[in-house]
């Protein structure tokens, strides 16, 4: 699995490499070899610009995540992009007790789990199936080699 980070803010300080580490055990977790995923940290002007255009949505949100292909069984090297707000995690972190670090990984499992399939919409057993699987990811993502 290759992830591709991009640190396109410069607001605030983020150890890339380390959270690059941790997606890559993710991924591995979910059997994801021979994939590519783009991991792209942004502000809010940013993502909000990004959540307007794609999703015609007002005001900026924590994480979008633009999928190249569908289901964890897709034949595709190309999985998409996750696009995260650093100031928005940093926001939320501090109101939830966490580091940044730790909502980075949040976002960043909620991300991959929508490229690959997972939703929250719908049904009640949909959202607590994608919320057991955000956990189990981000016990993996915290195994750094």
């Given at each position: 699995m290759s992830v591709v980070a991009a640190n396109r803010?410069?607001?605030?300080?983020?150890?890339?490499?380390?959270?690059?580490?941790?997606?890559?055990?993710?991924?591995?977790?979910?059997?994801?070899?021979?994939?590519?995923?783009?991991?792209?940290?942004?502000?809010?002007?940013?993502?909000?610009?990004?959540?307007?255009?794609?999703?015609?949505?007002?005001?900026?949100?924590?994480?979008?995540?633009?999928?190249?292909?569908?289901?964890?069984?897709?034949?595709?090297?190309?999985?998409?992009?996750?696009?995260?707000?650093?100031?928005k995690a940093r926001e939320e972190a501090g109101r939830a007790g966490l580091t940044l670090m730790e909502r980075l990984l949040c976002l960043t499992a909620h991300g991959l789990l929508h490229i690959i399939g997972y939703t929250h919409e719908g049904s009640s057993r949909e959202a607590r199936k994608m919320e057991e699987m955000e956990k189990r990811l981000i016990i993996q993502a915290k195994r750094i080699a």
């Open positions: 803010q410069r607001k605030i300080k983020v150890n890339v490499g380390a959270l690059k580490r941790s997606v890559e055990n993710m991924t591995s977790f979910l059997g994801l070899t021979g994939k590519e995923l783009g991991l792209i940290l942004t502000d809010n002007v940013e993502i909000e610009a990004l959540n307007r255009m794609f999703l015609h949505r007002k005001g900026a949100t924590n994480v979008l995540a633009f999928p190249l292909c569908t289901g964890k069984g897709s034949s595709g090297p190309l999985l998409g992009d996750i696009v995260i707000s650093v100031e």
